[in-house]
């Protein structure tokens, strides 16, 4: 149907649905009129981001008026930004899986209740590259844990559940065929490794603590390349487990930075 899934039973029990992180609700705003007619989601880290990329949007559907004013829908809350632009929406979602998967859940029950149709989700941010040209644009294929396999594990009261971190394969082909309209930006599909922090988890050797040696580091990023991880960031398992699990058709590009 094309429908955007919630599984929670619970929902249909609930006199009203509160986004508590997105400062909207079922009883305080008409969530179909809305956003009824978006299909397209678009998520980053940085709201200032997500601003600059919704007016980019604006700027390129040819909408009316400049986009400079375009309003933050989620201002009633500090915890996420939301802009439209026609039928994309552009959201922040903060730093790191528990920050990504709060906005997540609150974003597709927000789709569902709003009866939003073929809704496409595409993470862009940036990432650590691994092997590849600075200034490669990555585009994931399956997004893998620190151990390089395709799961994304979550702590559900006492148990370990485990989820698949499969993206849409033909979405991350046809995001190639467009990269190729941009030359100057090289492009490639490859494994995404999602850590769960920045310092540590990512074999930095400048962080408050650091408990290995510079060859073990090398020698664990090499694994890692020879595992198919060709950029490092904070976010795309928890990503791909709930879109996979919501019927969401998603991808994530990132741009590498270093």
Known sequence: ??????KNPHLDLMEEDILYHLDL????????????????????GSPNRMRA???????????AGDGEDVADICAGSDRYAMYRAGPVLSISHGMGIPSISIMLHELIKLLHHAKCRDVTI??????????????????????????????????VL????????????????????????IPDVPTLIGHTMCTYDFYEGQGRLDGALCSFSS??????????????VRNIEM???????LCGLCGLKGESCCFHLL
Do not use: W
């Open 53 to 63: 990329f919704a007016q980019f949007m604006h700027r390129q559907l040819g909408l």
């Open 235 to 241: 976010e795309s398992t928890a990503f791909a487990a």
């Open 158 to 181: 006492d148990d370990v559940v485990v989820r698949s971190t499969e993206l849409d394969k033909g979405l991350a082909e046809e995001l190639l065929a467009c990269s190729r309209e």
């Open 1 to 6: 149907s094309g429908l955007v899934l919630v």
């Open 25 to 44: 609700g079922t009883k305080t705003h008409n969530l179909p009129a809305m956003f009824g007619d978006i299909k397209f989601v678009c998520v980053g």
């Open 215 to 228: 060859e073990k580091k090398l020698e664990y990023l090499r694994k890692a390349y020879d595992a198919g």
């Open 122 to 155: 595409i993470r862009i941010g940036t990432s650590g590259g691994l092997g590849i040209e600075a200034g490669s644009v990555v585009i994931t294929d399956v997004a893998v844990d620190s151990s390089f396999q395709p799961r994304f594990e979550q702590v």
